[in-house]
């Protein structure tokens, strides 16, 4: 049986903040992250969804994370690309999400709900909420550092999880949660590592 899981209510939200929580790093997110659930009408569509977080070089001012979402359509084997920049905010609870390219003008905050490790394994999971937006509902994401996704008893604590929060939102998307569709179409694929002083890997 898994643990159970706790969440940080988003921002906005009048629930109470649990006690003890701390925000995760920049180095604990980055990365390949497989998303494996969501609520995101946008995914529907999608398969072999990752999202890599690449630290930008230690300077002045707040702290900048290289964001990119890959995907596939559910029927063509054409990888699409979505690159923005994260910027942190609220002690790296959240980010805000500003496009590249054309995509400039596009903006969009969202934020960490939970981070850790699965019960009785090494494998890492994310949960991140993302507010309204001019094209998008408000929506929550469930994360797996391994391709292979996340234990059943783990994605139903995460449910389980949201539907607890004190805030009508919240308890709404506890019950809107769908999974992904993943394969082995992106299993070879060669991506670059999060850490520019490297040569490119192979992610599974």
Do not use: C
Not at 94 to 112: D, N, P, T, V
Not at 113 to 134: C, D, I, R, W
Not at 170 to 184: A, N, R, T, V, Y
Request: charge should be neutral; hydrophobic fraction near 40%; avoid cysteine.
């Amino acid at each position: 049986m898994a643990a159970s899981i706790v969440l940080r209510p988003p921002i906005t939200s009048s629930a109470k903040v649990p006690e003890g929580l701390t925000a995760p790093s920049v180095e604990d997110l980055k990365g390949v992250w497989h998303v494996t659930h969501s609520t995101l009408p946008m995914w529907k569509k999608a398969r072999n969804i990752r999202i890599t977080y690449t630290p930008h070089q230690a300077g002045n001012g707040p702290v900048k994370i290289n964001d990119n979402v890959s995907y596939q359509s559910l029927t063509a084997a054409k990888i699409k690309n979505v690159d923005g920049v994260d910027v942190a905010q609220d002690g790296g609870w959240s980010y805000k999400w500003r496009g590249k390219g054309l995509l400039m003008i596009a903006s969009s905050k969202w934020e960490i709900m939970a981070f850790g490790k699965e019960h009785g394994s090494e494998n890492e999971y994310a949960v991140t909420f993302f507010n309204k937006t001019l094209f998008t509902p408000a929506g929550v994401d469930f994360y797996s550092r391994a391709p292979e996704g996340l234990k059943a008893e783990t994605v139903e604590a995460m449910k389980a999880a949201l539907l607890s929060i004190e805030d009508e939102t919240i308890k709404s998307l506890g019950g809107q949660i769908f999974e992904i569709k993943m394969d082995d179409a992106r299993q070879h694929e060669v991506v670059k590592d999060t850490d520019t002083t490297k040569a490119n890997s192979v992610v599974a």
